[in-house]
C-alpha cells in the first residue's frame, strides 16, 4: 500500500467528521490547522485521531 504525501482538505474534513474534527487554513498559524468543537487540537492528539480514524477506515476497506 502507498500513501500519499498529502490530502484534500475536502476528503480530510470528510473521513475525520465522525470524529467531529475539521481542518482549516489559518494564516496565522503559516498552513493548516484541526478544530474539534471550539478547540484547535495540538499535534499529538491530532496524531492519536488520526490513525484511530484511518485505522477504522483500513479496516472496514479489507473487510
Do not use: P
Amino acid at each position: 500500500m502507498s500513501w500519499s504525501k498529502s490530502i484534500s482538505l475536502d476528503v480530510a474534513n470528510k473521513l475525520f467528521d465522525v470524529i467531529g474534527v475539521s481542518f482549516e487554513q489559518n494564516e496565522l498559524e503559516g498552513g493548516y490547522i484541526a478544530k474539534h468543537e471550539s478547540k484547535t487540537l495540538r499535534r499529538s492528539t491530532l496524531t492519536a485521531c488520526c490513525i484511530a480514524v484511518l485505522s477504522d477506515w483500513v479496516t472496514i476497506k479489507e473487510n
